[in-house]
């Protein structure tokens, strides 16, 4: 007797959880496009699923590594939370798939060094698969700071200033990340370079950007609205950016290419946004697509052992940073610098960090949630210094980005108010001082970041623990 199950963007995450987890039971499941069948396969054009092994690299992914977790979560799918230690001590032999979340390049390259750069390298030449997400995409690349994966690049001059929000893609060829799709499905994308391909490349693109959607972005404008009410080379002369969505129409979005017997596959377009269904089923597909197909099946994990209660303490720390936290998040709000608009985003206004406040809020909720509900799985003393240091940084941290925000509000219409240039030296001198110089995580919160993630690098082990399969897996 055969079960069907079909794959629907309403049932996406219930269906896709169920195929994996049947998976993990150790039962086949065959598929013909959105159709997927369990014990026996009907007489169709079918091929069997398969169960490979993801590392998540976590270090300098931040905000977009729990994206990226949250969605493996979603999904079932097998993986284990890797760091770049972990990864200099040859541990990524034990999977099939790197997955490098978004995040900035040169915070993953100071976690790796030369080491885990080179670890990587002989990871994917050996034929291991390398699947990047948008800043993920960023470390593969033929430049300085990349690993040299595939033989593309950055492209210095974007015509635009950083955009996020849904757009079409259009597919360049058949590929299995396509399997199931839809035309009128739609990706979001999070702020993302822009690929400069060489006139000759054996580097394949799977997808274009199309025609945007009412929720794109750039900067702080709806794109959509400045078209329809107003003119757009009015308001780029305001900004002083590209705001125009044409000058990335038709440019490549997701490619692939060969590192030696490795697969390589660079989205700038997100997998693994909250409530997409496209994005959910894409990440499977490639799962799909990167697990060898000799892979098989596996078995569940054995649950990990508990520990004795926590002690009030540490939940009273946790739950004082998550307070304050959301005090600091509603003092944007009165301000009118920032808004949700979801529960995993805000948008914010041109010319604060808002992307910094809003990865720190998420990172400190997180906490919160592992100590209060999953405390009991991790001996607890392995992260009280680190959290302890937390309650001292971040209520001084958050008071002097108060006062930032209020100058930065007083200057906000001001041309010259951007990530990087700020009309009076207060603004710059508090910048430098809790952000550094440069637009990615520096200063003081790269400090508070460093205990965000020692704090939280237990749970997420135990997580990866929860979704690992136990079989040996060759490649």
Known sequence: MTQHLKWTPQTCIGILKKITQTLKNGHPVYRCGRNFYTLRPPATDVKPCHLGQIALFWDGSYFFGLLVLWQLKRLGLPFAIITAEEIKQGKLKNYHILLVPGGWTNLKNEALGEEGRKAIKEF?????????????????????????????????????????????????????????????????????????????????????????????????????????????????????????????????????????????????PHLDTPSNPWEALALFNLWQYLSPSTSGVGTNPVPPPLYPNPPQTVLHIARKLKKAMQEFMNFGKRHFLWYQVSPWMFRWRKGIRGFHYTSLYFLILEIEKYLKYYSFYVPLNTILPSLERLSLLLPSFLEKAKRLLLQERLYLNHPDLTLLKAPVEDITRLRQELFGHTPAFGGKLKEILTYVDKTLMPFLKLEGSLYEITSEIEK
């Open 124 to 268: 994917v030449a050996a034929g291991g698969n390398y699947l990047g997400i948008c800043g993920g995409s960023g470390l593969a690349l033929a430049e300085k700071d990349g690993l040299g994966l595939i033989s593309c690049q950055r492209k210095k001059e974007r015509k635009i200033a950083n955009f996020y929000g849904k757009i079409h893609l259009v597919p360049m060829l058949s590929h299995p990340i396509w399997e199931g799709f839809s035309k009128k499905a739609t990706f979001y994308v999070w702020w993302p370079g822009l690929f400069a391909l060489p006139e000759f490349s054996d580097v394949q693109i799977l997808a274009t950007y199309g025609e945007i959607t009412p929720d794109f972005f750039v900067t702080d404008l709806n794109v959509a609205d400045l078209k329809k009410y107003d003119e757009i080379k009015k308001w780029e002369t305001h900004y002083r950016l590209k705001i125009s969505p044409e000058n990335i129409k038709n440019q490549p979005a997701i490619i692939e290419g060969k590192f030696g017997k490795g697969k390589v596959i660079l989205t700038y």
